[in-house]
C-alpha cells in the first residue's frame, strides 16, 4: 500500500502566502517525479509545478515567479510554496508521485486526496 497525504492550504489573502505539503507512506522502493496539480470548480485538473528525483523543476505559465516546489526526498515529501497569490489560484490542489513499490518492479501513479486553497478577500 502506499498513500499521499496533503497539509495545509485553507484560505488565503490575495497577495499572501500559503504553502502545502504531501507526504508520501508505504511500501515504497523509489519515488520518482513528484508534483502539484489543481482543479478550480468547471474546469480540468491542470499541472502546477512539476520536481524530479534530481531536483529539476517545471511550472506552470500562470505561476512561474511565484509559486516554487520543493522536495525532501528523505522525508518522501513534497512541498509547494505559494506567494503572491490571486483569486484565479482559488482550485483544490492534488500532489501526484510517481512511485515503485517494493513489491512490483513497475511504477505507478499515487495520488493525494487534495486540499483546498481559496484565495479570496
Known amino acids: 500500500q502506499v498513500q499521499l497525504v496533503e497539509s495545509g492550504g485553507g484560505l488565503v489573502q490575495p497577495g499572501g502566502s500559503l504553502s502545502v505539503s504531501c507526504a508520501a507512506s508505504g511500501s515504497i522502493a523509489r519515488i520518482n517525479a513528484m508534483g502539484w496539480y489543481r482543479q478550480a470548480p468547471g474546469k480540468q485538473r491542470e499541472s502546477v509545478a512539476v520536481i524530479t528525483s534530481g531536483g529539476s523543476t517545471n511550472y506552470a505559465d500562470s505561476v512561474k515567479g511565484r509559486f516554487t516546489i520543493s522536495r525532501d526526498n528523505r522525508k518522501n515529501t513534497v512541498y509547494l510554496h505559494m506567494v503572491s497569490v490571486r483569486p484565479e489560484d482559488t482550485a483544490v490542489y492534488y500532489c501526484?508521485?510517481?512511485?515503485?513499490?517494493?513489491?512490483?518492479?513497475?511504477?505507478?501513479?499515487?495520488w493525494g486526496q487534495g486540499t483546498q486553497v481559496t484565495v479570496s478577500s
Open positions: 501526484n508521485a510517481q512511485i515503485r513499490r517494493t513489491d512490483r518492479p513497475y511504477e505507478s501513479t499515487y
